[in-house]
């Protein structure tokens, strides 16, 4: 009611504003003025690619600037007819409207403070569906009294911005990590080179069977012992030297291949929806290839509990980035490990069957090569990996 209230006292100031005399000359002058000025604003509003917009204080678009079509793929004038739950996720409209709320109480104590603002990092709905980071900078609009009346709003796309951020978190944590399990693995590998060589030595000799028989245990559990710190430094050392413009495709399907008699025993069928045009990358090939050959092999490894299904490999392009989807319906991953897959030594699986190196690597060689690398939960079961990787 106040709301309205004080829209009618708005529409009587124009009213009494139009109404008034002013000399003819100036005038005209003042009339052209305003004129300019708003196809001016008007010019920058429709040519930025951020969305600028415009509410009443019942929350109702009065404006939306074209560059939304863009950015969420509905035009502005079908944006105008939205309500705020239809292009924010659940979250973030509770977020922004608890933040309008306090502002509006700040705003009835505060009169006249022009440049108060307030910055918020939100979700929105894309037309078909995706969800799209935001960040959006509200303040309001006043009237001469100083009456909140409307509010102004600038969205931004920050999906960029997000990646660099992830991938600066991601370098940082392999980083820390990599100083750590280098160390580890250097000041293993000399004890257990002695392990290898004399235990070698001793089975040469003329000892009794049985003898024997234990240095080779000795010997074959040294021997994994060393391929577990091999493995460390690979994961630890990460960055490849041998780099080249690689055909991700053509990777892709050579693993395939190796895997496809041991998938038909498993009763695993494998679907591709593979980009029909070439996709490329600059990397190592044989990392890459590393890579995908884990990812299957876990994916392999969780359809063995539930005796088969399906793998589907999907690639898709996203601006200056190509998506990797590697997808199965075997067993979910549970929600309190999806962050925790890609760290060194972190495993479920029973002692001797692993030792949680093998996505740690992924980790190292993906975020050697500028890309990310995530875990998530299928709706149907299952899980999907999603490698993101910048085009050459």
Known sequence: MAGKTKRNELTELHKRIAKMELPKTPRKRAKGAFQSSEEHYRLLAENVTDVIWTMDMDLRFTYV??????MLGYTAEETMSLTLA??????SLQIFTKALTEEFAIENTVKNDHLRSRTLELEQLRREGSVLPVEIKVTFLQD???NAIG???VTRDVTERKKMEEQ??????LASLGKM???????VNNPLGSILLYSELLMKSNLPHQTKKDLRVIHDEAKRAAKVMTDLLTYSLGVSNKTERSELHRIINKVLDMRL???KVQNISVSKNLLDSPVYVQGDPSQLAQVFMNIILNAEESLSEVNGGNIIIATEVDGEWVKILIADDGTSIPEENLSQIFYPFFTTKKIGEGTGLGLSICYGIITSHGGLIRSENNDMGGATLIIELPLA
């Open 181 to 187: 399990t280098a160390g580890i693995a250097h000041e």
């Open 144 to 146: 001469p009294d100083g």
């Open 168 to 173: 600066l978190r991601q370098s940082q944590l």
């Open 261 to 263: 008699y041991a998938e």
């Open 65 to 70: 600037s074209p560059s939304v079509a863009h």
């Open 86 to 91: 239809d292009i924010f996720t659940h979250s």
């Open 151 to 153: 509010i102004l709003g």
